[in-house]
């Protein structure tokens, strides 16, 4: 592939070696030329007539066409759903209910380099990250939440846990198959049918995934697979069959979905957006802690909710952070997301882009100082160069508004206060990071911050007996671990 040159940057790079090309065969996915919606357990063309075009964001290229569900064929399957619900899903024995659970995992586990490969081409995320974050943490939560499906009065002692019924799921582009997991692993495990819905820009192994259900014996209707923009998402909030709706995705579209259902009786738990806050002391261990600046930014092109988006340093050790910062920076290869040396891959869509080409050129044009380092970037395709800002102030629009990109923000503080009052100065409180070697004071931290997760000398950590979810405008309700029942449960 032609390669421009973009960017010269002050601080040398470190490797003068090239890399070989190591990319991983495409050919394992067999991708159609058209996928349509899957409702009770049949592939079906939309009743709307209306089709759209995923295209791969590393090369521009349409992939496949997807069906764009309109307000019947999102009836179409909240009644398959109702209707498996109704006939036995929610009657079956618990024990039969894991094992379907299991069987899904295992599938996931057997057809994982295909899946992986599937997620890079549509998505542009690093194949490394797909085969080795996204690919064993989906299968580990249908396993963890097999292990549950039986156990649930042992979860709530004393207390009857009933499923609600149907569950709208709607999902964004960052972690497509993941968050499906998040979504349907608990709601399945405690006896619910779903409806979900993928993002625009990422169907693909949703659709792949409804061929997983076939392969496992699902009964008809406990999944169904509505593709659509946000039109379709929104018909499926106000259908007025739906017993649960669980979303993911901006505090924008959170806000509308929450008026849309004030006033229902449908239960609601909104994982949204953030800023969080990677705090580092000046008794950290610095190279660690770059590592995990570097991992909290740059994973996934910085398209993660709880990014560690805000680097608070203490000032004594801002110098030499920063230059260890930089010369990292300097080792990142973005390009192809289908080669595995890849660290960086594509932008996920042209829209998300210009976002993040937007907010950057705010940053500079308010003062702070931008950092790239030297970088190639193919010609064709959605990239941004890792950037870093430093002189950024608390009311810069870099520091305040989720980039959602592989921007880092840097500031400074001198003490455990001040980093406190800085780390809580924003309406998002998904998670945040503290680097230092006491313990004492991590546990002071993690009392102050208002935050649903806090990594200790470590980020970006996922793990699916441990739940995750946010305060203030970062959404409320909690997937993961045993708090991930409860959103699919009631109990009176
Ligand atoms: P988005 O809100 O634009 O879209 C998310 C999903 O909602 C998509 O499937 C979209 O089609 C659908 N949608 C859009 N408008 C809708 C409407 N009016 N009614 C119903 N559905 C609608 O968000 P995005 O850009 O896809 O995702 C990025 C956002 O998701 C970021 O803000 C990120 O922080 C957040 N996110 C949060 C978590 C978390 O767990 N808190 C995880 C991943 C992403």
Known sequence: M????????????????????????????????????????????????????SISPSTEEILFEAALAGAEDVDLAVSAARGAFDNGWAKLAPAERAKYLYRIARIIQERSRELAVAESLDGGKPIRESRDVDLPLAAAHFFYY???????????????????????????WNFPLLMLSWKIAPALA????????????????ALLFADICRQAELPPGVVNIVTGDGTT????????????????????VGKLIMRELAGRDVRLTLELGGKAANIVFDDAALDQAVEGIVNGIYFNQGHVCCAGSRLLVQESIYEPLLEKLKRRLSTLRVGDPLDKNTDVGAINSKAQLDRITELVASGEAEGAEMYQPDCRLPERGYWFVPTLFTNVAQSHRIAQEEIFGPVLSVLTFRTPEEAVEKANNTPYGLSAGVWTEKGSRILWMVERLRAGVVWANTFNRFDPTSPF??????????????????PYLRFE
Request: net charge negative; aromatic share 10%; with cysteine.
């Open 233 to 252: 998402g929104g018909h499926l909030v106000r259908h007025g069959g739906i017993d649960k709706l669980a979303f993911t995705g901006s505090t924008e």
């Open 190 to 205: 405690c006896g619910n049918t779903v409806v979900l819905k993928p993002a625009e820009t990422t169907p693909l192994t």
């Open 469 to 486: 979810g946010g305060y203030k405008e970062s959404g409320f309700g909690r997937e993961g671990g045993r708090h991930g029942l409860a």
């Open 146 to 172: 097999a292990g549950w499906a039986d156990k649930l009065e042992y979860a709530y002692p004393n207390r009857t846990p009933r499923p609600l019924g149907v569950a709208a799921q709607i999902i964004p």
């Open 2 to 53: 032609a390669q421009v040159e973009k960017r010269t940057a002050s601080v040398p790079a470190l490797l003068e070696w090239e890399y070989a090309p190591a990319p991983e065969a495409r050919d394992i996915v067999q991708i159609r030329e058209r996928y349509g919606l899957f409702v009770g357990g049949e592939e079906v063309e939309p009743r709307s007539g209306e089709w759209f075009e």
